[in-house]
């Protein structure tokens, strides 16, 4: 089961407390009240794993260790470890209480959500001419605590969409080493499933239905996963009597949910092409001209028609693969401009 919205409770450590001690050997007398240690934070870090959110199923409230109080002899308090939870590359943090998103898109990337308390001073800190032997400390800063809410957006390169049983997790298990379950009936798929193209990530969105976009059926679950993918491979199955209204539908609901998900680039497949006759291939073809876009009949049974697929994912991939050396060069000319001017 994919866990990919889920609510939770985090709170960094309070800060130890300063102390009041005083130095016991003679000539040497002075306070020695050390400072208390910090709290502990808690961090957020890209992970690969997008069943990462699972550790949060049961596990609702996650706490950093207290700073240690001060301590005589100039001692300051332990600071405890901070906490680093692993959450899957693409995980919107929604901190519910300062009312601010963070998004994490890389793995690797780690981001402060709640820091933890400051330790306060002992009363080494408050000596003076007039005052050689101070009672004050500070009591440590509380950590913070916040309600967060983790809403995973799957980040891939390629999403297929379309009703449900339009063939969707068998072109992924035919193009990639995905295991999707496949089967003859409605809402097969009930999580997304991801599969590795070369340098391309495929997403298998689950089907989607008319009143999606306002929670029907699978509903918003599914189609926040749509709003990352950067290209759609849209497919409707050839056993559909009504092809052109199952196009507008999809259509519907993303432009219903975000109206950018329409301005993604889309490529059409007509799937399932082999359980029809030649003739009624045709007339299915003709009918979905009213879309406009070159639709590409497809069947994981035709060897030929899967190489019209694979021929567009190379081009994306190389696309993608052109873009990556170029933000390259120009973060390495960005660092060689840094080293002349330093």
Same mark, same amino acid.
């Given at each position: ?6 609510? =939770? ?14 130095? @016991? =050997? ?23 794993? #997008?069943? $990462? ?10 706490? $950093?260790?207290?700073?240690? !109080?001060? @301590? ?10 901070? !906490? ?9 943090i929604h901190n519910l209480d300062a009312g601010t998103d963070t998004e994490i898109v ?6 402060? +959500? ?35 809410? #983790? ?11 379309? #009703?449900?049983? &339009? ?10 080493? &995905?295991? $999707? ?19 391309? +990530? ?6 989607l239905i008319e009143g999606a976009s306002v929670g029907k059926g699978l509903g918003i ?6 709003? @990352? ?17 199952? /196009? *507008? ?7 219903? /949910? ?16 082999? %359980? ?11 009918? %979905?001209?009213? =879309?406009?876009?070159? +639709? !590409?009949? +497809?069947? =994981? ?9 694979k021929a567009i994912l190379n081009e994306i991939a190389d696309e993608k693969r052109a *873009? ?5 060069? !120009?973060?390495?000319? &960005? ?8």
């Amino acid at each position: 089961m994919l866990i990919d919205d889920v609510t =939770i409770k985090i709170q960094a450590g309070n800060g130890g407390d300063g102390k009041v001690a005083f130095q @016991r =050997i003679k000539m040497s007398l002075g306070p020695t009240g050390g400072t208390g240690g910090a709290g502990g934070s808690i961090y957020f870090e890209g992970v690969s794993d #997008l069943s $990462a959110l699972r550790q949060f199923r049961f596990k609702k409230d996650v706490r $950093a260790e207290n700073g240690g !109080i001060g @301590r005589p002899q100039f001692v300051d308090g332990k600071t405890p470890d901070d !906490i680093v939870l692993k959450v899957p590359v693409g995980t919107v943090i929604h901190n519910l209480d300062a009312g601010t998103d963070t998004e994490i898109v890389k793995i690797g990337e780690r981001v402060l +959500i709640a820091k933890g308390g400051r330790g306060g001073r002992g009363n080494f800190h408050f000596r003076g001419p007039k005052n050689t032997s101070p009672k004050e400390f500070e009591k440590g800063k509380p950590g913070e605590k916040f309600n967060v809410r #983790l809403e995973l957006k799957l980040i891939a390169d390629v999403g297929f969409i379309g #009703l449900p049983n &339009a063939g969707k997790s068998s072109l992924l298990n035919e193009l990639t080493r &995905a295991n $999707a379950k496949v089967a003859n009936y409605p809402f097969t798929t009930l999580e997304p499933n991801l599969g590795a193209y070369y340098d391309l +990530i495929l997403a298998d969105i689950p089907g989607l239905i008319e009143g999606a976009s306002v929670g029907k059926g699978l509903g918003i679950k599914f189609l926040r996963h749509v709003e @990352r993918t950067k290209v759609l491979f849209h497919l409707i199955s050839a056993e559909s009597s009504t092809p052109y209204e199952d /196009y *507008k539908t999809i259509r519907e609901e993303l432009g219903t /949910y975000n109206k950018t998900l329409l301005e993604k680039t889309e490529y059409m497949f007509l799937s399932k092409n082999d %359980l029809l006759s030649e003739k009624e291939l045709k007339e299915k073809l003709k009918e %979905l001209k009213k =879309i406009k876009k070159e +639709i !590409i009949p +497809i069947s =994981i049974a035709d060897d030929e028609s899967l190489k019209k697929v694979k021929a567009i994912l190379n081009e994306i991939a190389d696309e993608k693969r052109a *873009k990556g050396k170029k933000e390259l060069e !120009i973060l390495e000319e &960005a660092r060689k401009q840094k080293e002349e001017s330093e």
